[in-house]
């Protein structure tokens, strides 16, 4: 079997598809994309691909060795989701090869669903209690909201009372016994994020998100040692090397690599593996689309240590487009008491409906984070 073709798909609500074919007509997909930058990921998918045409598939661990050492410069989102993307359309054709779902192939199942959590907003905020009482109404257990509005380096108490109030808000609609995930986004920088650590213990979070960025991980020792609350990141790190430092440190309790970001399947499944060995968790990040969560789902099923499982749908920004609506069968993502079962179909299990992705790739989008601004007028992080 060879590789004879691919195509790529920039489809909304911002999310960009790639479609591997074979001479044999096995086809895989795959979704390399970096929100934001969905064309110079696409650019970079194309550079990839000239090598792989006339491949065998199979040679999955080869193909990203190639991908990733056979350049001088390497790493990086913009590369790393080129490799995720394709990696994932390698690993669906390999399993409909074989007529097995892709966990079968990586050893077999540990467990038969995961627990998932739903997104309620939080950074400009509405009823985010509503929200969350909604969300819970729909059978999730835990939910995650963004933290803040943009902070200064050091800003004023009244920010950290404001998020306050909307976490206690949301510990009071919903009990305490629902899951709060609370996201940084890595918008605040250690001495708030200190503060607000410590004053969010109380509503017992069921982790926080990127206290810092990742570029300042060395300031989770700090974090960490003034706070019980279990602390997540890795969105926004892309390789096994990304992650080897953080662990070792041991300040992390969560690590979220990113399927379509950090290496696909291949990658991430080394990195949960490597996460276990430290005694760290496994919630990979996924506010994406519908290949992205089954190729999360089928490193999930494997991966001990994996406990929830990140996914869009209806999050704020799959307005006009969500999660199932380029599935042929949207059941397969059927959200039952908090809990997804993993895809039993062969590949990544799921069938994309191949008309509704050529028709929606026909309207495009150009989606684009927004730029936040202090009131001084520098830039915020968003």
């Given at each position: 079997m060879?590789?004879?073709?691919?195509?790529?798909?920039?489809?909304?609500?911002?999310?960009?598809f790639?479609?591997?074919e074979?001479?044999?007509?096995?086809?895989?997909?795959?979704?390399?994309?970096?929100?934001?930058?969905?064309?110079?990921?696409?650019?970079?998918?194309q550079?990839?691909?000239?090598?792989?045409?006339?491949?065998?598939?199979?040679r999955?661990?080869d193909?990203?060795?190639v991908?990733?050492?056979?350049?001088?410069?390497?790493?990086?989102?913009?590369?790393?989701?080129?490799?995720s993307?394709?990696?994932q359309?390698?690993?669906?054709i390999?399993?409909?090869?074989?007529?097995?779902p892709?966990y079968?192939?990586l050893g077999?199942?540990?467990?038969?669903?995961?627990?998932?959590?739903?997104?309620i907003?939080?950074?400009?905020?509405?009823d985010?209690?509503?929200?969350?009482?909604?969300a819970?109404?729909?059978?999730?257990?835990?939910?995650k909201?963004?933290?803040?509005?943009?902070?200064?380096?050091?800003?004023?108490?009244?920010?950290?009372?404001q998020?306050?109030?909307?976490?206690?808000?949301?510990?009071?609609?919903?009990?305490?016994?629902?899951?709060?995930?609370?996201?940084?986004?890595?918008?605040?920088?250690?001495?708030?994020?200190?503060?607000?650590?410590k004053?969010?213990?109380?509503?017992?979070?069921?982790?926080?998100?990127?206290p810092?960025l990742?570029?300042?991980?060395?300031?989770?020792?700090?974090?960490?040692?003034?706070?019980?609350?279990?602390?997540?990141?890795?969105?926004?790190?892309?390789?096994?090397?990304?992650?080897?430092?953080?662990?070792?440190d041991?300040?992390?309790?969560i690590?979220?690599?990113?399927?379509?970001?950090?290496?696909?399947?291949?990658?991430?499944?080394?990195?949960?593996?490597?996460?276990?060995?430290?005694?760290?968790?496994?919630?990979?990040?996924?506010?994406?689309?519908?290949?992205?969560?089954?190729?999360?789902?089928?490193?999930?099923a494997?991966?001990?240590?994996?406990?929830?499982?990140?996914?869009?749908l209806?999050?704020?920004?799959?307005?006009?487009?969500?999660?199932?609506?380029?599935l042929v069968?949207?059941k397969?993502?059927?959200?039952?008491?908090?809990?997804?079962?993993?895809?039993?179909?062969?590949?990544?299990?799921?069938?994309?409906?191949?008309?509704?992705?050529?028709?929606?790739?026909?309207?495009?989008h150009?989606?684009?984070?927004?730029?936040?601004r202090?009131?001084?007028?520098?830039?915020?992080?968003?």
């Amino acid at each position: 079997m060879k590789i004879i073709g691919y195509e790529t798909f920039k489809v909304p609500p911002r999310w960009l598809f790639l479609k591997i074919e074979t001479d044999e007509g096995v086809i895989g997909w795959g979704e390399p994309i970096i929100e934001g930058r969905a064309d110079t990921v696409q650019a970079a998918v194309q550079e990839l691909m000239t090598y792989l045409i006339g491949k065998d598939p199979l040679r999955i661990e080869d193909h990203w060795a190639v991908m990733y050492r056979g350049g001088f410069y390497r790493g990086g989102p913009i590369l790393m989701s080129a490799i995720s993307g394709i990696d994932q359309a390698l690993w669906d054709i390999k399993g409909k090869y074989y007529q097995a779902p892709v966990y079968q192939l990586l050893g077999g199942a540990c467990r038969d669903s995961i627990r998932v959590y739903s997104w309620i907003g939080g950074d400009r905020p509405s009823d985010v209690a509503k929200a969350a009482q909604d969300a819970v109404e729909r059978g999730f257990t835990a939910i995650k909201m963004n933290a803040t509005e943009e902070l200064q380096f050091i800003d004023s108490y009244a920010k950290v009372e404001q998020v306050v109030e909307r976490v206690a808000s949301i510990r009071q609609a919903v009990g305490n016994h629902i899951g709060i995930g609370i996201d940084f986004h890595g918008r605040v920088h250690k001495p708030m994020a200190k503060v607000l650590a410590k004053e969010l213990e109380p509503y017992h979070p069921m982790f926080i998100e990127e206290p810092v960025l990742p570029e300042n991980n060395e300031a989770l020792r700090d974090i960490a040692n003034l706070t019980s609350i279990p602390i997540a990141t890795g969105e926004r790190m892309f390789s096994r090397w990304d992650f080897k430092k953080l662990l070792a440190d041991g300040y992390v309790d969560i690590i979220q690599p990113d399927l379509s970001h950090a290496g696909g399947i291949t990658e991430c499944k080394k990195i949960a593996s490597m996460a276990e060995a430290y005694d760290v968790a496994l919630a990979p990040h996924c506010p994406l689309g519908p290949i992205a969560l089954a190729a999360c789902l089928q490193v999930d099923a494997t991966a001990y240590n994996a406990f929830i499982q990140e996914q869009s749908l209806g999050i704020h920004y799959n307005k006009g487009s969500d999660l199932l609506d380029y599935l042929v069968d949207p059941k397969v993502f059927q959200y039952e008491n908090g809990y997804v079962q993993i895809p039993q179909g062969h590949g990544l299990g799921i069938e994309i409906n191949e008309d509704h992705v050529r028709k929606m790739a026909a309207v495009g989008h150009n989606w684009k984070n927004p730029v936040w601004r202090h009131k001084d007028g520098s830039v915020a992080e968003w």
